[in-house]
């Protein structure tokens, strides 16, 4: 019975076992990569879409691995850096890049002291309540202590620590990002340059009355003669209306 238990065991270990999936082909693998590549724009489901069109039976987790372990990002973003006045909701669009740094944030934070500083002064910024992205870094803090104002780092995972900031994402996605194809990083700050002019200039705020954050002089109450004009903005996906005698 010994013999014949050291018997099997033997047998049993010299059998070449690989788990898991079969390895990718490397005619595969490089053909991912390039459409990749090619196409940058494209994630990997789109890569996994266009795969399957040409007949290659493969997981889109998989071209996920592939792209991941090449260094190519599996779902491009581009980086958005906005920031929001707490008391008058107003929006200031910093900058938008593929590639977002520490250098590239702390330039944009110093462009935006530039401005606040034609308009209101220096000491308009009392304090800024930020997350804790690794591309805040300490020079980014830096320019803003250095004018007097208090850094406020949200807690980690807790939106509703900066909700104002995370309502302004929701709302430029639903009524506008959410609906539009975005080609590429220039196109994608023309469309929000032209959502922030409207968000700042008409949309209505419920926390300011129904009025805007760069609100006009009240508008007088619509008489016989008063006709609405329907403006349209970002291709028709916005209507913007205003009175004309």
């Given amino acids: 019975m010994l013999g014949?238990?050291?018997?099997?065991?033997?047998?049993?270990w010299t059998i070449q076992h690989r788990p898991g999936r079969p390895p990718v082909a490397a005619e595969l693998w490089r053909l991912v990569?390039?459409?990749?590549?090619?196409?940058?724009?494209?994630?990997?489901?789109q890569v996994h879409?266009?795969?399957?069109?040409?007949?290659?039976?493969?997981?889109a987790s998989t071209v996920w691995a592939i792209l991941n372990r090449a260094g190519v990002d599996p779902a491009p973003r581009r980086f958005v850096l906005f920031f929001i006045e707490h008391g008058t909701r107003r929006i200031h669009l910093a900058g938008v890049t593929e590639h977002p740094t520490g250098s590239w944030v702390v330039q944009q934070a110093r462009n935006l002291l530039?401005?606040?500083h034609d308009?209101?002064?220096?000491?308009?910024?009392?304090f800024l309540i930020r997350d804790r992205d690794t591309k805040f870094t300490t020079a980014f803090d830096a320019v803003?202590?250095?004018?007097?104002?208090?850094?406020?780092?949200?807690?980690?995972?807790?939106?509703?620590?900066?909700?104002?900031?995370?309502?302004?994402?929701?709302?430029?996605?639903?009524?506008?990002?959410?609906?539009?194809?975005?080609?590429?990083?220039?196109?994608l700050h023309a469309v929000l340059a032209e959502y922030v002019d409207h968000y700042n200039t008409h949309r209505p705020h419920p926390s300011l009355q129904q009025r805007p954050p760069q609100a006009r002089a009240e508008p007088a109450p619509p008489g016989d003669n008063v006709r609405i004009l329907r403006r349209d903005r970002l291709g028709g996906l916005i209507h913007e209306y205003s009175q004309v005698a």
């Fill in 114 to 116: 530039m401005e606040l």
């Fill in 33 to 45: 990569l390039r459409l990749a590549a090619e196409n940058p724009g494209w994630g990997y489901r």
């Fill in 119 to 126: 308009c209101v002064g220096e000491q308009a910024v009392k």
């Fill in 49 to 59: 879409g266009e795969l399957r069109q040409l007949g290659y039976q493969i997981g």
């Fill in 4 to 12: 014949w238990h050291r018997d099997l065991v033997r047998r049993r």
């Fill in 144 to 187: 803003f202590t250095a004018v007097g104002t208090r850094i406020i780092r949200a807690p980690v995972r807790a939106p509703r620590a900066n909700a104002i900031a995370e309502r302004w994402i929701s709302s430029a996605r639903r009524e506008y990002t959410d609906r539009l194809l975005v080609t590429d990083r220039r196109h």
